[in-house]
């Protein structure tokens, strides 16, 4: 091959890689693969008295339970203000306002805050609003791509509290889960909000749950829950690879249906929970990826809605004794073993770096910083949020070594880098 032919083919391939590492630069709820786990590196192994150093607060992001987000260099946040509106605003790391964008009515029921964490891609931000509007925005200015009112389009139906899902992105698609009759879940083209499918209709409501993208035997999959069922999608057409009817293990008097937390996939295998007594479960799906097969439930591990993850064969998160009340637990994966099971102040969320647990309980705002251990709860250092309002409820955020916390309408930063 002539030698600028080689040039020019070589030229080509690291732009097409270029374009590819672009692709897959997704920031969203939970990690990159919405498993609770961050990617990152050279993180603080315990903390100052005081926590590690604060870097950035903020006391203007509106209401809500909703993660920050951080993208480049920004750091993007839904909230509620202006008489009920949903809005989303990014701000610099000197905490200077970019930008705010309304993208529709907010929750009118009980608590009233934004739930839905932006997802970003290639520099446009994706949302659901609190009332099931999907809109497609740009990160550098906020500007509306397009808007699709999803939740009256396709004739959703509300779980008890509303909407608290962040959407999916796969290849080309944005995921929601609608819930109703007309269908359960639709995909929605990136670039225009265009219909590219619905699945069929499970009937009943929505859940709250986020759904998840795995690869199994070389199948992308798409997990969603509504407040019924497990779904497995095949996101190039919405057609239903498997389901499983999660009702019959809902049998307390309060909290059917009520689907909280993304789906832990590990091999091949799907863990959900979600609090009220609800049994944890582990599935395992078979070589032809079209069945579920269940292969332990545990009573212990019920977590509300704070999330859980999995580290070195065994699951961590905290449990459901009552709505305001719980403790923290480990299960081991491949038994569903109970290896622990803790009281420490209050149940709340968890998420996992640098091999370090990150537990943030919900009625007091103490965060922990824990070494994963299947033996106890190994408490390393802990430190309190101070401000804001209502129960501690955003799941930790973390990037670039920096710990983003919020707690209602105000939003701390703090420096994790060892």
């Given at each position: 091959?002539?030698?600028?032919?080689?040039?020019?083919?070589?030229?080509?391939?690291?732009?097409?890689?270029?374009?590819?590492?672009?692709?897959?630069?997704?920031?969203?709820?939970?990690?990159?693969?919405?498993?609770?786990?961050?990617?990152?590196s050279g993180l603080l192994k315990t903390w100052p008295d005081n926590g590690p150093e604060l870097i950035l607060s903020l006391n203007n992001c509106g209401n809500g339970y909703s993660s920050p987000i951080f993208?480049?260099?920004?750091?993007?946040?839904?909230?509620?203000?202006?008489?009920?509106?949903?809005?989303?605003?990014?701000?610099?790391?000197?905490?200077?306002?970019?930008?705010?964008?309304?993208?529709?009515?907010?929750?009118?029921?009980?608590?009233?805050?934004?739930?839905?964490?932006?997802?970003?891609?290639?520099?446009?931000?994706?949302?659901?609003?609190?009332?099931?509007?999907?809109?497609?925005?740009?990160?550098?200015?906020?500007?509306?791509?397009?808007?699709?009112?999803?939740?009256?389009?396709?004739?959703?139906?509300?779980?008890?509290?509303?909407?608290?899902?962040?959407?999916?992105?796969?290849?080309?698609?944005?995921?929601?889960?609608?819930?109703?009759?007309?269908?359960?879940?639709?995909?929605?083209?990136?670039?225009?909000?265009?219909?590219?499918?619905?699945?069929?209709?499970?009937?009943?409501?929505?859940?709250?749950?986020?759904?998840?993208?795995?690869?199994?035997?070389?199948?992308?999959?798409?997990?969603?829950?509504?407040?019924?069922?497990?779904?497995?999608?095949?996101?190039?057409?919405?057609?239903?690879?498997?389901?499983?009817?999660?009702?019959?293990?809902?049998?307390?008097?309060?909290?059917?249906?009520?689907?909280?937390?993304?789906?832990?996939?590990?091999?091949?295998?799907?863990?959900?929970?979600?609090?009220?007594?609800?049994?944890?479960?582990?599935?395992?799906?078979?070589?032809?990826?079209?069945?579920?097969?269940?292969?332990?439930?545990?009573?212990?591990?019920?977590?509300?809605?704070?999330?859980?993850?999995?580290i070195d064969g065994n699951i961590y998160g905290s449990n459901w004794l009552a709505n305001s009340k719980g403790n923290w637990a480990s299960l081991n994966w491949e038994t569903g073993k109970v290896s622990w099971?803790?009281?420490?102040?209050?149940?709340?969320?968890?998420?996992?770096?640098?091999?370090?647990?990150?537990?943030?309980?919900?009625?007091?705002?103490?965060?922990?910083?824990?070494?994963?251990?299947?033996?106890?709860?190994?408490?390393?250092?802990?430190?309190?949020?101070?401000?804001?309002?209502?129960?501690?409820?955003?799941?930790?955020?973390?990037?670039?070594?920096?710990?983003?916390?919020?707690?209602?309408?105000?939003?701390?930063?703090?420096?994790?880098?060892?």
């Amino acid at each position: 091959m002539h030698k600028t032919t080689k040039n020019i083919a070589l030229l080509l391939a690291l732009i097409l890689i270029s374009f590819s590492g672009i692709a897959q630069d997704i920031a969203q709820f939970r990690g990159s693969e919405r498993q609770g786990i961050y990617n990152e590196s050279g993180l603080l192994k315990t903390w100052p008295d005081n926590g590690p150093e604060l870097i950035l607060s903020l006391n203007n992001c509106g209401n809500g339970y909703s993660s920050p987000i951080f993208y480049d260099h920004k750091i993007f946040i839904t909230g509620v203000k202006y008489d009920s509106l949903n809005v989303c605003t990014a701000f610099d790391l000197d905490g200077n306002q970019l930008w705010e964008t309304s993208y529709g009515p907010g929750w009118f029921k009980s608590f009233p805050e934004a739930r839905s964490t932006p997802t970003i891609e290639n520099g446009v931000i994706y949302l659901a609003s609190d009332l099931g509007r999907i809109v497609a925005m740009q990160a550098s200015d906020g500007k509306i791509l397009w808007s699709v009112n999803a939740h009256e389009k396709f004739k959703g139906e509300y779980h008890r509290f509303g909407i608290a899902e962040s959407v999916l992105l796969t290849e080309n698609a944005v995921i929601y889960t609608t819930g109703g009759k007309t269908t359960s879940v639709i995909a929605l083209n990136k670039k225009d909000g265009s219909l590219l499918w619905q699945t069929k209709s499970y009937g009943g409501e929505r859940s709250y749950a986020s759904s998840v993208l795995i690869n199994w035997k070389g199948k992308e999959t798409i997990i969603a829950q509504t407040a019924q069922y497990l779904l497995g999608i095949d996101p190039s057409n919405g057609s239903i690879r498997w389901d499983y009817d999660l009702f019959q293990f809902h049998t307390g008097r309060i909290g059917k249906g009520n689907q909280s937390n993304n789906a832990i996939y590990s091999e091949g295998k799907i863990f959900i929970n979600s609090g009220y007594d609800h049994p944890g479960l582990l599935f395992a799906i078979n070589e032809n990826n079209d069945a579920l097969e269940l292969l332990w439930k545990n009573d212990t591990l019920d977590t509300h809605h704070g999330g859980c993850v999995l580290i070195d064969g065994n699951i961590y998160g905290s449990n459901w004794l009552a709505n305001s009340k719980g403790n923290w637990a480990s299960l081991n994966w491949e038994t569903g073993k109970v290896s622990w099971e803790t009281p420490w102040i209050n149940k709340g969320s968890i998420v996992s770096a640098d091999n370090m647990l990150y537990l943030f309980e919900e009625k007091s705002g103490t965060v922990a910083l824990v070494v994963p251990d299947p033996k106890e709860l190994k408490i390393v250092s802990t430190f309190k949020f101070e401000g804001g309002s209502g129960p501690y409820w955003a799941h930790p955020y973390i990037a670039d070594q920096k710990l983003f916390l919020r707690h209602g309408e105000d939003l701390k930063v703090y420096n994790l880098k060892s």
